[in-house]
C-alpha cells in the first residue's frame, strides 16, 4: 500500500505505522485521517498484521494534535466533518481484530492523544509529553478525548488534564495509568517490537477474543459481561489453536498456532 502522510513497514506480521508530516509535527490533517483509516479497513483479519504499531516520524513528536492550520477557517458543518472523520478512524482502530500498540516517540498533543488513546497499549519514550489543549485554542477534543481520557484514567484526573490543558510528561503520563511502560527514545521502538512479538507467539485466536470481550464487556454491567466472556470462551474450542495449544503443553512443546 502506497500512502502520502505515513510508512508502513511489515516484518514478521507485525506492522509499523509511522506518521510522516514531520514539518507539521505529524499534525493530523484530513490526507493522513485518510491514510491511517485505509491501514486499518483495508488490512484484512488473517491476511494483515498481527499487530500494528503506530508511531511518529523523528524524535520531537508523536502527532501534535489536529492540524491547526486546516482547521483554522472551517465553518461548524465542516468542523462537524472533521471530527466525525477522526471518530471514524479511531473507532476503527479501538475495533481493529488484532491489538495495535502507540510507541509514542515525543509530542502527543490534543488529536495525537487521541489517536494514542485509542490504541490498545501506549508505550512511551521518555521525551514524550502528553496534553489535551483544545479549550488554548477555544474548542473542546473532537477525536474522542472527552470520552476515551475520562474512560482510562477517571473522570477527575481527566477533567484537570481537559480543563486545564496541562502538558504532562512521560513519568507523570505513567503514573496515571495513561501509558503502559516509559524507556529511553532509542529503545522504544525496540520495546514494542518485543511486545508485539510476544503477542504473536500467542495464539492469535485467543488474542483477537481477549481484545473483543475486554472492549464489549466494558460496555456491559458485570452479569452480561461475564456472560459474555463465557460464549467467548466456549467459542475459542471451536477453535485449532486451542487444540493445538492445549495438546502442545501436553506433550511439552511450543505450539504452532494457525490464527483458526
Ligand atoms: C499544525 C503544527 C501543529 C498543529 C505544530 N505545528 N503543531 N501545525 N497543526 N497541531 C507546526 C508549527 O506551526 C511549526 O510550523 C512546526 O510545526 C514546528 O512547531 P513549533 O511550534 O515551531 O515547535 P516548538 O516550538 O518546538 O513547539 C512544539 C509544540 C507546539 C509545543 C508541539 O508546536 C504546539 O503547541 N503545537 C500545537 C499543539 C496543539 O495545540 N495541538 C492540539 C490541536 S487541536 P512552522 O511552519 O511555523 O515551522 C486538536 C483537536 C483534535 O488536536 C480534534 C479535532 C476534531
Request: glycine fraction near 8%; include cysteine; aromatic fraction near 6%.
Amino acid at each position: 500500500m502506497e500512502f502520502k502522510n505515513l510508512t508502513v513497514e511489515t516484518t514478521n506480521n507485525i506492522a509499523t505505522v509511522t506518521i510522516n508530516r514531520p514539518a507539521a509535527l505529524n499534525a493530523l490533517n484530513e490526507q493522513t485521517l485518510a491514510d491511517l483509516q485505509r491501514v486499518f479497513t483495508e488490512t484484512h483479519d488473517n491476511d494483515g498484521a498481527q499487530v500494528i504499531i503506530i508511531t511518529g516520524s523523528g524524535k520531537k513528536s508523536f502527532v501534535a494534535g489536529a492540524d491547526i492550520v486546516a482547521m483554522q477557517q472551517l465553518s461548524a458543518l465542516e468542523a462537524r466533518r472533521f471530527s466525525k472523520l477522526g471518530h471514524e478512524l479511531m473507532r476503527s482502530i479501538e475495533t481493529y481484530s488484532n491489538p495495535v500498540i502507540a510507541a509514542v516517540n515525543g509530542f502527543a498533543l490534543g488529536g495525537g492523544c487521541e489517536l494514542a488513546l485509542s490504541c490498545d497499549i501506549r508505550i512511551a519514550a521518555e521525551n514524550a509529553r502528553f496534553s489535551q489543549p483544545e479549550v488554548n485554542l477555544g474548542v473542546i477534543p473532537g477525536f474522542g478525548g472527552t470520552q476515551r481520557l475520562a474512560r482510562l484514567i477517571g473522570k477527575g484526573r481527566a477533567l484537570e488534564l481537559l480543563f486545564t490543558g496541562d502538558m504532562i510528561d512521560a513519568a507523570q503520563a505513567y503514573e496515571m495509568g495513561l501509558v503502559n511502560k516509559v524507556v529511553p527514545q532509542e529503545k522504544l521502538l525496540e520495546t514494542a517490537m518485543e511486545m508485539a512479538t510476544k503477542i504473536i507467539n500467542k495464539g492469535p485466536y485467543a488474542v483477537r477474543q481477549v481484545k473483543e470481550a475486554v472492549r464489549n464487556g466494558l460496555e456491559m454491567d458485570l452479569d452480561r459481561a461475564n456472560q459474555y466472556e463465557t460464549e467467548l470462551f466456549g467459542l475459542c474450542f471451536a477453535s485449532l489453536d486451542q487444540k493445538e495449544g492445549m495438546l502442545a503443553f501436553l506433550e511439552k512443546r511450543p505450539a504452532n498456532f494457525v490464527g483458526q
